[in-house]
């Protein structure tokens, strides 16, 4: 048999792919074990390690759901998926959409949202690094270029729609304390992102700052995302404008703000 | 054909001692730090990173390079590992004789070969393009294993010597996988040691196994056994001196207790050095 041939018979006992176990068949008992319990040795630690990856990425989940809830959810995610990535955290980050795919867990809009809280708190960790652009630049801009102007963000930040309550639900199932259940019919906005080089947190925005920094994200201008604000909000042009400022100077506060793009000094 | 120069005794660097190593500056020698760790955009563990490259002198030891599968090798992999090694000078770079998976699956876990010349011929090939590709000599470790497989037409010894030679790479030699190894296959762990040329080994790794009786696993959550110490000491006779660290990976102990069995390293080190000279 080629060795491509063994390690695909290997691999698919190992995956529960195959079962008979062919494997056994060419595998030599030893004076104290038989092929079996040989080769059950990396079935078990197979299973073990990709659990190990979730419980370590998602414990304030594995805190929400209880251990036998988080073991039933894990068995299940490690049986409809394999790892494809050399890095474990970019294997369990797939555990919330498959919650939010499969049947029971696709009934709890609150659970998969504290695993999507929790997985964008692991991406933030080790996004690329960036310093923060200092708010003083602001005042290099013209007025009439402002419009035209747009922010490059830190890339560790990131906007969620969560239910309403995720959280407090977070902190509380990170402390293993009480709290009061979301409300799955409500949206809560939530900024995560690193602060600095080794801080993750993340804030409550309202709908209006939301969907004004989902826009900046998104590389929307100035005038657009003012734009949209006034959709959003029907106020007059100067209210705006003054609310698009106030959002803009906490994002630099924030340290998000990472490099003015004024498209008139770039040409 | 000349050996990195011996960097001492180190240790595995391990995340849940960053504090401990950044305040007190530990008389460690170098650390031994896990290649895939560190292959993120940005962030903690490269800042980390950073500042223990500062201070001491690195290996980089890596699990994904899967040097013994059929599967193609990974070019994006290797590229990170230059990238990374590019970044933050390592004396040299290791991996492990396994494979990890086929068909695009990482099974996680350090997977055994059958020893035979299709599988020598094999991972020589493959070691030879990664040294192409990275511009250096890797080294190569012998991993724990807990099946033999009927197809084998050669010792695991003679496998891992014939492929340092054929593929002129150096060998990192893991004493407890040596010792774990020759337990669960029932051969002389003295006979592995014996059987590899001296001037390959670049490195030892040490590290405590779990003994369930009817075999033993390479856990890395328990101090070196005694059993081990003693291969290590005949290992030191044979290659020394030789870069030698410690692998914790589970159940965490004060950093000072890894210190101290770092001592006892150097301390047996030191004895067998003694002796040898005076023979």
């Known amino acids: 048999m080629s060795l491509a041939a063994l390690q695909a018979k290997f691999q698919a006992a190992l995956l529960g792919l195959d079962a008979d176990q062919n494997i056994l068949a060419d595998v030599k008992a030893s004076r104290q074990l038989e092929p079996a319990a ?52 970019w294997y369990a980050r797939g555990l919330p959409d498959f919650m939010q795919a499969t049947s029971p867990w696709n009934e709890s809009r609150s659970l998969i949202d504290i695993a999507r809280l929790e997985r964008a708190m692991a991406d933030a960790f080790d996004a690329a690094d960036a310093s923060a652009c200092p708010v003083a630049a602001l005042a290099a801009l013209a007025p009439e270029d402002w419009p035209q102007v747009r922010f490059a963000f830190h890339a560790s930040a990131m906007v969620l729609t969560l239910a309403k309550g995720i959280g407090p639900a977070f902190e509380a199932a990170a402390a293993e304390t009480a709290c009061p259940e979301p409300d799955e019919t409500q949206d809560e906005f939530l900024l995560v992102w690193r602060n600095g080089e080794v801080q993750v947190v993340y804030r409550e925005l309202t709908s209006a700052e939301a969907m004004a920094l989902s826009e900046a994200l998104a590389g ?30 906490r994002w630099f506060a924030d340290g998000l703000v990472i490099e003015i793009r004024n498209p008139n000094t770039a040409l | 054909m000349q050996k990195p120069s011996p960097l001492g005794f180190g240790l595995g660097l391990r995340p849940v001692y960053y504090r401990e190593i950044f305040e007190s500056k530990p008389p460690v020698d170098w650390f031994e730090v896990i290649s895939e760790n560190y292959m993120v955009k940005g962030g903690p563990p490269l800042a980390a990173l950073e500042r223990i490259r500062a201070d ?127 337990y669960n296959h029932d051969f002389d762990p003295h006979e592995f040691l ?77 004895t067998v050095s003694k002796i040898g000279a005076a023979a």
């Open chain 1, 38 to 89: 040989r080769f059950g040795v990396y079935a078990s630690a197979y299973r073990l390690r990709l659990a190990g990856f979730l419980a370590e990425d998602f414990k304030v989940l594995n805190n929400a759901l209880g251990n036998d809830g988080f073991h039933a959810l894990v068995e299940a995610y490690i049986d409809a998926t394999p790892s494809r990535h050399r890095n474990a955290r």
């Open chain 1, 220 to 249: 929307k201008n100035f005038g657009e995302i003012c734009a949209l604000l006034q959709f959003h909000d029907e106020a007059d042009a100067d209210t705006i404008a003054a609310r698009a400022g106030s959002y803009l100077a």
């Open chain 2, 56 to 182: 001491y002198p690195i290996v980089m030891h890596g699990v994904s390079m899967s040097i013994a599968s059929t599967a193609p090798l990974d070019e994006d992999y290797l590229a990170a590992l230059k990238d990374l090694a590019d970044r933050f000078q390592p004396e040299y770079i290791s991996d492990h004789l396994c494979w990890t998976g086929v068909h695009g699956v990482n099974l996680h876990d350090l997977l055994p070969i059958p020893y035979t010349q299709e599988a020598l011929d094999h991972v020589v090939g493959r070691i030879a393009q990664v040294q192409d590709f990275l511009g250096r000599r890797i080294a190569i470790e012998n991993v724990s294993s807990y099946v033999t497989f009927a197809e084998s037409e050669m010792d695991e010894w003679t496998f891992v010597r014939e492929l340092a030679r054929r593929a002129d790479c150096w060998l990192l030699l893991d004493v407890n996988n040596v010792f774990v190894s020759g």
């Open chain 2, 194 to 270: 014996r059987s590899i040329d001296v001037d390959r080994v670049v490195q030892f790794h040490l590290a405590g196994h779990e003994d369930r009786g009817t075999h033993k696993i390479d856990t890395h959550d328990e101090p070196v056994s005694e059993e081990v110490w003693a291969l290590f000491a005949e290992a030191w006779r044979r290659f020394g001196p030789v870069s030698t660290m410690i692998e914790r990976d589970d159940k965490f102990p004060p950093f000072a207790e890894l210190l101290a069995e770092l001592q006892r390293a150097r301390e047996i080190a030191a």
